[in-house]
Nanobody
Framework: QVLLVESGGGLVQAGGSLRLSCAASGVAISSTSIGWFRQAPGKEREFVAAISWVGDRTEYADSVKRRFTISRDSARNAVTLQMNSLKPDDTAVYYC???????????????WGQGTQVTVSS
């Protein structure tokens, strides 16, 4: 059974940084593509970033480019999301999931976990 557990969220002031972690069990993180998604109150869940198992290719939503960095930590069997220069608009529950790539799109393919709350104050 594949299980992904998100952690690392919290409350931070605008301009600050947070590092989220997606710890995996039941699957080798080095051989699967993982994406981060977020859902703000009253809004639909949206794509944030993904890292492909093929060559560690990365993809980002325009709203987070040059601020967020997704990377793979094979030693911990985890994927991290480093978030810098945070803005109040980044406030959301952040989720990780396995993803499949269709063209330039990364679509979630597994069950959703509980996520981790990120709150950015102005």
């Amino acid at each position: 059974q594949v299980l992904l557990v998100e952690s690392g969220g919290g409350l931070v002031q605008a301009g600050g940084s947070l590092r989220l972690s997606c710890a995996a069990s039941g699957v080798a993180i080095s051989s699967t593509s993982i994406g981060w998604f977020r859902q703000a109150p009253g809004k639909e869940r949206e794509f944030v970033a993904a890292i492909s198992w093929v060559g560690d290719r990365t993809e980002y939503a325009d709203s987070v480019k040059r601020r967020f960095t997704i990377s793979r930590d094979s030693a911990r069997n985890a994927v991290t999301l480093q978030m810098n220069s945070l803005k109040p608009d980044d406030t959301a529950v952040y989720y990780c999931n396995r993803v499949t790539q269709i063209g330039s799109k990364y679509n979630p393919s597994g069950a959703w976990g509980q996520g981790t709350q990120v709150t950015v104050s102005s």
